[in-house]
T-cell receptor, first 111, second 111 residues
Framework: DAKTTQPPSMDCAEGRAANLPCNHSTISGNEYVYWYRQIHSQGPQYIIHGLKNNETNEMASLIITEDRKSSTLILPHATLRDTAVYYCIVRVAQYGNKLVFGAGTILRVKS | KAGVTQTPRYLIKTRGQQVTLSCSPISGHRSVSWYQQTPGQGLQFLFEYFSETQRNKGNFPGRFSGRQFSNSRSEMNVSTLELGDSALYLC??????????FGPGTRLTVL
């Protein structure tokens, strides 16, 4: 079973920041937070991951609370092409360890 | 680097037939995982291969099998196809930093 809780859907205006929340209150000390997204009928796309520090890359920023029980994925300037299902996954970074996908959040970016 | 490639992209089979799907990981990646995605069950882990050995297996019947070759390419096979096997089959290639990158998937339709 997925260990995360995400809102089923969110809307965001084009050009604004999209902030996607994720609760993972039972996260263990050695579990990372991963974010993937899936645009309709395509394979999931890796976005970012982190352990306890905030992370940023060319796609997004990941903010993890100090107690690690929740996190927020931030897309700084959402475009229509960011409309997708966003998955928050917690897992131990260990070979052989699968990704367990929940239902995710459907993000709709609107013009 | 080229991404994960999967062939074929689309496939139509009839009940009782068998099917073989192929996946070529990102160059240098030695681990390949397979996932099944259906509207009802979401994304579910099938199995993972590393250096030609199955390292982890999901909760699927024995009709689902796979293998990996010395060049890291992987195939999965489904025998005695059922209508419920209609799905998007996704292959993921794992990097040395344990991040998984997905291919575009093979859409299998069983009639």
């Amino acid at each position: 079973d997925a260990k995360t809780t995400q809102p089923p859907s969110m809307d965001c205006a084009e050009g604004r920041a999209a902030n996607l929340p994720c609760n993972h209150s039972t996260i263990s000390g050695n579990e990372y937070v991963y974010w993937y997204r899936q645009i309709h009928s395509q394979g999931p796309q890796y976005i970012i991951h982190g352990l306890k520090n905030n992370e940023t890359n060319e796609m997004a920023s990941l903010i993890i609370t100090e107690d690690r029980k929740s996190s927020t994925l931030i897309l700084p300037h959402a475009t229509l092409r960011d409309t997708a299902v966003y998955y928050c996954i917690v897992r131990v970074a260990q070979y052989g360890n699968k990704l367990v996908f929940g239902a995710g959040t459907i993000l709709r970016v609107k013009s | 680097k080229a991404g994960v490639t999967q062939t074929p992209r689309y496939l139509i089979k009839t009940r009782g037939q068998q099917v073989t799907l192929s996946c070529s990981p990102i160059s240098g990646h030695r681990s390949v995982s397979w996932y099944q995605q259906t509207p009802g069950q979401g994304l579910q882990f099938l199995f993972e291969y590393f250096s030609e050995t199955q390292r982890n297996k999901g909760n699927f019947p024995g009709r689902f099998s796979g293998r990996q070759f010395s060049n890291s390419r992987s195939e999965m096979n489904v025998s005695t196809l059922e209508l419920g096997d209609s799905a998007l089959y996704l292959c993921a290639s794992r990097s040395d930093t344990d991040t998984q990158y997905f291919g575009p998937g093979t859409r299998l339709t069983v009639l």
